[in-house]
């Protein structure tokens, strides 16, 4: 899969160390997650991020090592933004689908979080933002419309459209993870 850049964003209310180790940690993971789930390693994924996942530490290495890094592009007074690159199509799906978990939760109880996680690709970012808006539905069906609508723009998601079930619970576990996170420091 081609890589991607994706736009990470923190408001004031997350812009400390703290809240940020967390996130980064989540973050890392779900591109950990895609890696496994695009290389074909399914039975990986599944211990590690699968419904009976055994827990595991920042220590496990979970992939090879990756030769790109994320790098921090610019720090602004009170926010943080940085732009993770060399990410595959995968993480640039999953890890908006996590953000757009958190700011629906956040939505539902009239809660304002400044917490983005945006593609840079124009127009993954199109697609991602009508799935978001829910022009594709909800749940698995939501999921489903979104890999077919990535497929016919030329994405090669077909790994993903085959494990939507993995990603759903993915998506919903680290939706979980970083909204206690932020809700830690509200």
Not at 42 to 53: P, T
Not at 74 to 81: N, Q, T
Not at 141 to 162: E, F, I, K, P
């Amino acid at each position: 899969m081609d890589d991607q850049e994706i736009r990470l964003y923190f408001g004031g209310e997350l812009a400390n160390l703290y809240e940020l180790g967390w996130i980064s940690t989540d973050l890392s993971q779900l591109i950990e997650f895609a890696e496994l789930v695009e290389s074909g390693k399914r039975e990986r994924a599944e211990k590690f991020f699968g419904e009976k996942a055994r827990p595991f530490n920042r220590y496990v290495a979970l992939t090879e090592k990756r030769e790109k890094r994320p790098e921090i592009v610019d720090v602004k007074k009170g926010s943080i933004e940085l732009i993770i690159a060399g990410t595959s199509v995968a993480a640039a799906v999953i890890m908006p689908l996590v953000q757009i978990a958190v700011q629906r939760h956040f939505a539902a109880k009239d809660e304002t979080v400044t917490f983005e996680l945006s593609p840079q690709d124009q127009g993954l970012r199109r697609v991602m933002d009508a799935y978001e808006r829910g022009d594709f539905g909800q749940g698995i069906d939501g999921l489903n419309m979104l890999m077919s609508v990535l497929q016919q723009r030329n994405y090669n998601v077909s790994v993903l459209a085959n494990n939507v079930y993995l990603i759903e619970h993915v998506v919903e576990k680290y939706s979980q993870r970083i909204i206690k996170t932020i809700n830690k420091n509200m």
